[in-house]
T-cell receptor, first 108, second 116 residues
Framework: SQQGEEDPQALSIQEGENATMNCSYK?????LQWYRQNSGRGLVHLIL?????REKHSGRLRVTLDTSKKSSSLLITASRAADTASYFC????????FGSGTKLNVKP | GAVVSQHPSWVICKSGTSVKIECRSL??????MFWYRQFPKQSLMLMAT?????????EQGVEKDKFLINHASLTLSTLTVTSAHPEDSSFYIC????????????FGEGSRLTVL
């Protein structure tokens, strides 16, 4: 990818389990954003965390940011089949680059 | 939330023709719009950044004469794929950043281009 890597590339879990995805980036940032993409569709913004924040919550989502390691994680708790999608992190200042993405499959 | 409309959602064209894709911010003013390209099962690759009233800034390796970007107003940016060839077939997605706000990006639904 242009900016960094995410792992795992693919994740398959049962409904109700938690899903954790990680994102690493290469350059300095002022914020990091997580997006979700359903197959063949545009992206939907999930959450933004600023460089001076370490953790942020939104509903079932929990994002952490470690600027010293240039990494972030997205945790989805109590996953649902409808959470099945690809998840991307994006970083940048005046333009935004996306990580390689994690394809999440939540089995009912 | 803010809405970005992208049109057409899919287009099929013959090799050698040009195709224009529009990206509109419907309920906010977008000073900056971004154009991405996505290959199957891959991430989004930033092609160019366009600011209203100025020339687009292209990423390394993206041919500016091939992919013409115009950002004539605060609500409209267009991407024209000139003299399209089969290798230009891809999913093109635009995004817009609001003039005010937190800096999050709002995405169109994407345009799938197939060049025969």
């Amino acid at each position: 990818s242009q900016q960094g890597e995410e792992d795992p590339q693919a994740l398959s879990i049962q409904e109700g389990e938690n899903a954790t995805m990680n994102c690493s980036y290469k350059t300095s940032i002022n914020n990091l954003q997580w997006y979700r993409q359903n197959s063949g569709r545009g992206l939907v913004h999930l959450i933004l965390i600023r460089s001076n924040e370490r953790e942020k919550h939104s509903g079932r989502l929990r994002v952490t940011l470690d600027t010293s390691k240039k990494s972030s994680s997205l945790l989805i708790t109590a996953s649902r089949a409808a959470d099945t999608a690809s998840y991307f992190c994006a970083t940048g200042f005046n333009k935004f680059y996306f990580g390689s993405g994690t394809k999440l499959n939540v089995k009912p | 939330g803010a809405v970005v409309s992208q049109h057409p959602s899919w287009v099929i064209c013959k090799s050698g023709t040009s195709v224009k894709i529009e990206c509109r911010s419907l309920d906010f003013q977008a000073t900056t719009m971004f154009w991405y390209r996505q290959f199957p099962k891959q991430s989004l690759m930033l092609m160019a950044t366009s600011n209203e009233g100025s020339k687009a800034t292209y990423e390394q390796g993206v041919e500016k004469d091939k992919f013409l970007i115009n950002h004539a107003s605060l609500t409209l940016s267009t991407l024209t794929v000139t003299s399209a060839h089969p290798e230009d077939s891809s999913f093109y997605i635009c995004s817009a950043r609001a003039y005010t706000g937190s800096g999050e990006l709002f995405f169109g639904e994407g345009s799938r281009l197939t060049v025969l």
